[in-house]
């Protein structure tokens, strides 16, 4: 029996669309069956499922009625046959009744597979999966750290977007410009961090982290290796006081003092990265007492640090690389000797892997070609005995520099630790020293202290057979590795010879 449809259906461009329609929402079936079937994770696949293939569905069922009015339209300019401007719905017509039922079972499979689909592609989109894997190539540096970050278990939009409804519009908005600089090459090289744009931390960190919840004191162990022949292994031991001393005390001591509810710090940068500070606030909402610091070697003038954003110190301040960090090579290289993944024991390993990293490489392939001639050249030229006789060692070594490399640097990208501050700490960074500087003074003279022992103490220090230890309730002095260096570090900030690329 043949389907009578009415006249204004039997056109090309309606008949084109509904072969297009059929066509996308069968491919949407399948695929999504094949998917729930396989259970296997794809994000191009999801991209097709989801986005793409309803695009295309969406496009072919606008092709109907566009063809219909054109139809329509041509007969009406050329008088083929008389027409009217609306459609008569006469039930009597067999025409109409297939038409209306058509539309009819056709809308209601089309809206029950676009809520479906819709609160898929809403999944979709906010998924890990969709923010790391989709645009591979320019998003890998940020996926491959945030996977080896605390934070892996914690969705990107947790932090980046957060909820409510203004955030997620604001997010998608945002997606459009993404998306468009990925498909016309526009990226920045690196991705820049999106400081500005990102939520305070009250509304994202704080829905798992209790900024009024006592935090102890922590004790750290690190372990370091030197840059000479044995590879000489250095310790140390430090208490950090995250916290008080004593619980009584909550917040009222440590480094969480800076997020005491009863403290308010505020703060004016001059750089978009935030590293030069020459302006805090100090305001106790208790006492209602009120310092102001300025940089001594730095000094704006009023009118200048009017211009200047005014911002409340919270989480992001100082651990402003929670999920994206990329390390340093003195430090990956030195948990690598640590785990066994370069051997300890072979001569001038951390030597010869600090000479080769500081370089800059095109690409991962030329950086690994670069790194595996470097360490082969080296151990060749230099020390013979070495290479004839603990060849293995060596390729071991070079396994395990290529493999915490592909960790921390990524060539294509041009990211690597050196151009994304991380405000934890003050080796390679400025982070504490950008206000604990001993420059920010009130104009009475009082001074943000640079002293060590105001964020931690050291318990222990120095090689495993000769390690100095102080006694319970005491702390050491700081004794810098190195017999060179002697006490000129005193004076100095730890940034003028750190790079990432010493101990």
Same mark, same amino acid.
């Given at each position: 029996m043949?389907?009578?449809?009415?006249h204004?259906?039997?056109?090309?461009?309606?008949?084109?669309?509904?072969?297009?329609?059929?066509?996308?929402?069968?491919?949407?079936?399948?695929?999504f069956t094949?998917?729930?079937?396989?259970?296997?994770?794809?994000?191009?696949?999801?991209?097709?499922i989801?986005?793409?293939?309803?695009?295309?569905?969406?496009?072919?069922?606008?092709?109907?009625?566009?063809?219909?009015?054109?139809?329509?339209?041509?007969?009406?300019?050329?008088?083929?046959?008389?027409?009217?401007?609306?459609p008569t719905?006469?039930?009597?017509?067999?025409?109409?009744?297939?038409?209306f039922?058509?539309?009819?079972?056709?809308?209601?499979?089309?809206?029950?597979?676009?809520?479906?689909?819709?609160?898929?592609?809403?999944?979709?989109?906010?998924?890990?999966?969709?923010?790391?894997?989709?645009?591979?190539? $320019?998003? !890998? =540096?940020?996926?491959?750290?945030?996977?080896n970050?605390p934070?892996? /278990?914690v969705a990107c939009? *947790? @932090? #980046?977007?957060?909820?409510?409804?203004?955030w997620?519009?604001?997010?998608?908005?945002?997606?459009?410009?993404?998306?468009?600089?990925?498909?016309?090459?526009? $990226?920045p !090289? =690196?991705?820049?961090?999106?400081?500005k744009?990102?939520?305070p931390a /009250?509304e994202?960190?704080? *829905? @798992? #982290?209790?900024?009024?919840?006592?935090?102890?004191?922590?004790l750290?162990?690190?372990?370091?290796?030197?840059?000479?022949?044995?590879?000489?292994?250095?310790?140390?031991?430090?208490?950090?006081?995250?916290?008080?001393?004593?619980?009584?005390?909550?917040?009222?001591e440590?480094?969480?003092w #800076?997020?005491?509810p009863?403290?308010?710090?505020?703060?004016?940068?001059?750089?978009?990265?935030?590293?030069?500070?020459?302006?805090?606030?100090?305001?106790?909402?208790?006492?209602?007492?009120?310092?102001?610091?300025?940089?001594?070697?730095?000094?704006l003038?009023?009118?200048?640090?009017?211009?200047?954003e005014?911002?409340?110190?919270?989480?992001?301040?100082?651990?402003?690389?929670?999920?994206?960090?990329?390390r340093?090579?003195?430090?990956?290289?030195?948990?690598?000797?640590?785990?066994?993944?370069?051997?300890?024991d072979?001569?001038?390993?951390?030597?010869?892997?600090?000479?080769?990293?500081?370089?800059?490489?095109?690409?991962?392939?030329?950086?690994?070609?670069?790194?595996?001639?470097?360490?082969?050249t080296?151990?060749?030229?230099n020390?013979?005995?070495?290479?004839?006789?603990?060849?293995?060692k060596?390729d071991?070594?070079?396994?395990?520099?290529?493999?915490?490399?592909d960790?921390?640097?990524?060539?294509?990208?041009?990211?690597?630790?050196?151009v994304?501050?991380?405000n934890?700490?003050?080796?390679?960074?400025?982070?504490?020293?950008?206000?604990?500087?001993d420059?920010?003074k009130?104009?009475?003279?009082?001074?943000?202290?640079?002293?060590?022992?105001?964020?931690?103490?050291?318990?222990?220090?120095?090689p495993?057979?000769?390690?100095?230890?102080a006694?319970?309730?005491s702390?050491?002095?700081?004794?810098?590795?190195?017999e060179?260096?002697?006490?000129q570090?005193?004076?100095?900030?730890?940034?003028?010879?750190?790079?990432?690329?010493?101990?």
């Amino acid at each position: 029996m043949k389907l009578k449809l009415p006249h204004s259906t039997q056109n090309w461009v309606s008949l084109v669309g509904a072969t297009i329609a059929l066509i996308s929402f069968f491919m949407i079936v399948f695929l999504f069956t094949v998917s729930s079937i396989i259970g296997k994770d794809n994000s191009y696949l999801g991209l097709i499922i989801y986005i793409a293939l309803p695009a295309v569905l969406v496009f072919g069922l606008i092709l109907i009625p566009v063809g219909m009015w054109l139809k329509i339209r041509k007969e009406k300019r050329y008088g083929v046959k008389e027409t009217k401007d609306w459609p008569t719905i006469d039930f009597n017509d067999l025409r109409t009744r297939n038409a209306f039922m058509i539309f009819s079972v056709g809308t209601a499979i089309f809206l029950l597979a676009s809520a479906v689909g819709s609160y898929e592609a809403f999944h979709y989109t906010e998924s890990v999966e969709f923010c790391g894997k989709v645009c591979h190539s $320019v998003m !890998k =540096p940020e996926y491959v750290a945030y996977q080896n970050s605390p934070h892996a /278990r914690v969705a990107c939009v *947790e @932090c #980046h977007v957060g909820t409510g409804a203004s955030w997620y519009v604001r997010s998608k908005m945002s997606g459009l410009y993404q998306v468009y600089a990925v498909t016309l090459g526009a $990226v920045p !090289k =690196p991705i820049e961090t999106p400081i500005k744009n990102l939520r305070p931390a /009250r509304e994202t960190c704080e *829905e @798992c #982290h209790w900024p009024q919840k006592f935090y102890a004191r922590k004790l750290r162990n690190e372990r370091h290796y030197l840059s000479d022949y044995n590879n000489s292994e250095w310790d140390i031991t430090l208490t950090m006081k995250i916290g008080a001393n004593l619980s009584a005390l909550g917040l009222q001591e440590g480094i969480h003092w #800076h997020i005491n509810p009863d403290i308010k710090i505020e703060y004016k940068a001059a750089d978009e990265k935030r590293q030069s500070i020459p302006w805090v606030k100090y305001t106790n909402k208790k006492t209602g007492k009120v310092f102001i610091y300025k940089d001594e070697d730095n000094p704006l003038s009023q009118s200048e640090l009017d211009t200047l954003e005014t911002r409340t110190m919270d989480c992001m301040d100082c651990h402003n690389r929670p999920s994206h960090n990329y390390r340093p090579p003195a430090f990956f290289i030195n948990d690598a000797i640590t785990a066994g993944d370069i051997p300890r024991d072979l001569p001038m390993i951390k030597f010869a892997s600090m000479d080769i990293l500081g370089e800059d490489f095109p690409t991962t392939d030329s950086a690994h070609k670069a790194i595996t001639d470097y360490i082969y050249t080296f151990y060749k030229d230099n020390y013979p005995e070495v290479y004839a006789n603990q060849k293995d060692k060596i390729d071991k070594a070079l396994n395990g520099i290529l493999k915490t490399f592909d960790k921390n640097i990524f060539p294509e990208m041009k990211v690597k630790w050196s151009v994304y501050p991380n405000n934890i700490g003050h080796l390679e960074f400025m982070g504490c020293f950008r206000c604990h500087n001993d420059r920010h003074k009130t104009d009475a003279g009082k001074l943000i202290s640079k002293d060590c022992n105001i964020c931690h103490s050291i318990n222990a220090q120095g090689p495993p057979d000769n390690l100095e230890v102080a006694a319970v309730n005491s702390s050491l002095e700081f004794r810098h590795p190195g017999e060179d260096v002697g006490d000129q570090w005193k004076e100095m900030l730890c940034v003028d010879c750190h790079t990432g690329l010493n101990p």
